[in-house]
């Protein structure tokens, strides 16, 4: 058994020049496709460094432009030469001027002899085919195409979207399923000389002018038609990212190169230096026939495109932002956020800080600026206290406070009177948990006294503030943990509310605490009746009494709860 190796050469011939007497020394002919945009002089330059060689043959030059018959033309008429200028080649192994030998040829030479009937391509029904990028399957054999896709886009998408108004389809040839895969194949010269000299040769050559990217269709469609024995897989390793394109090797990927057992990789770098010298030198020490094995490294792809599509959780480069449809955790860990919480106790965020142990700020997003815990200037990661900065980009605020206090709970306060762009993030995220004390934004106007007319106003504003954030808080798209209580509800059973916003779904061993004081409410009901007789109907409190007496800790009988 003989190998003969087609290559198709458009750039980095000094690389390619290394491959090739690689392949020479491993006893297998060489014929070479030029791309034709070569200039003349590069081409005589690359064909005068084989002169005398007469394993090495060049074939006539086609124009090889990505996605058109050029590269099914260059293949043929490359095929031709080999199987004529060497009649004891027995399999032709396709290749490109970036692909790397990765084991010894006479490895590749031993396992196909043990094969000796078997054609090694990536053949599948379009039916079958999850792979394919651009939206187009069955629509690349039943439509025209013939303008480039990457130099006149534009007529290339306006003639696509004719032909289906016009309900425009062309008739496949007779005898023909369409089929795809790797462009990159192993064929048997029966095979060959099967599909190169079928009589219906040149109404398959026609139809497949006219099809999108029919190097992963021409071939693969035809050898169904003739071959023997099929082994639908490539004996190249080639991998490709979310958009379709290939992935490139470089030299940091030597041992995972290593690991798949492949014959043959590409795209390889044509600078990378290590990897040419490793691979180019391997002798074989034995005929080792196992087969390539490059299921070893694709789960190593498959998170390799998991994270460039969504990236990691909670980190945002300025290079990418993911898509929102791809988003599951924006924030790189679980927070609280409490609301309501503060405006009823004294010393809460001191008292929630010892209970839980995490970091407690104040208002985050309070319209004086970023109230960090302990007041600081300048928190985590060179985070700001500066309102403006912060309201820049509230949403990349919290994902980098949340991303630089990695493994810490972070926990702050929020208000209607604060900043509320960042809600529409923190209603997305898995990670939020949002525990808020309906109607208790009153309680600060009440403490604070004033012109029970002025604070009519100001009352309806953030009542229907917190009405609109209840509102999405409860819409079924919310993804945050979300529990809401009105201020009736609380002050009636602090200790199991308390129990429940802290606790509610983890395993605490049970213990005993006192519950931060309430501030004091005597003449609270009288003033939520002063806002109705104004006019204003503060209904978000629930059915709050007006005579209900709550003062402060001090006068009345502490109480301590168990919490489990």
Known sequence: MKLGIVMLVHTAFGRAEQVIRHWVSGGCPVVVHVDSVVSPADFEAFVARFTGDKMVLFASRFRCEWGTWGLVAATQAATEMLLDGFPDVSHVFLASGSCLPLRPVRELVAYLDERPETDFIESARIADVPWTVGGLSEERFTLSFPFSWRKHRRIFDHFV??????????????????????????????????????????????????????????????????????????????????????????????????????????????????????????????????????????????????QRTQGRSGLVMQSRFPNRESETELTAGPYMVFQGFSELHEGFEEWLAEQ????????????????????????????????????????????NLIWNTRGVMQIFQFAPQDNQEVIRMILRDRNAVIRLISGAWAVPLFLNGGEIAVLRTEAARLQQTEADLIRKLRSPLTKAGVRIWTMAEFLEKPGEIFEEALFAGSKKKERRYAFPKIVDLTGFGQFLQELRNLGMHPYLMGDFPIDLAVTSNENRKHKTYLVG
């Open 161 to 306: 979207r004719l032909q289906r108004i016009l309900r425009l389809k062309r008739r496949l040839p007779e005898g023909i399923e369409p089929h795809m895969g790797s462009q990159w194949w192993c064929l048997t010269r029966k095979t060959l000389d099967a599909i190169l000299t079928d009589p219906a040769r040149p109404a398959y050559d026609r139809f497949f002018r006219l099809v999108w990217i029919p190097d992963e269709s021409y071939f693969q469609t035809l050898v169904r038609r003739h071959a023997t024995m099929i082994e639908s897989r490539s004996l190249t390793l080639s991998k490709f990212d979310f958009q379709g394109r290939p992935h490139i090797f470089y030299d940091d990927h030597l041992q995972l190169l290593r690991r798949s057992d492949c014959f043959v990789a590409r795209k390889i770098w044509q600078n990378a230096d290590g990897l040419y010298r490793q691979f180019l030198s391997i002798e074989a020490t034995g005929l080792a026939t196992r087969p390539p094995n490059p299921s070893r490294i694709d789960r190593l792809f498959a998170r390799a495109v998991q």
């Open 356 to 399: 839980t142990g995490a970091c407690v700020h104040g208002h985050l997003f309070s319209g004086s600026g970023v109230e960090f815990t302990g007041r600081v200037p300048a928190f985590s990661g060179c985070l700001s206290d500066s309102g403006s900065l912060r309201d820049h980009n509230p949403e990349a605020f919290l994902r």
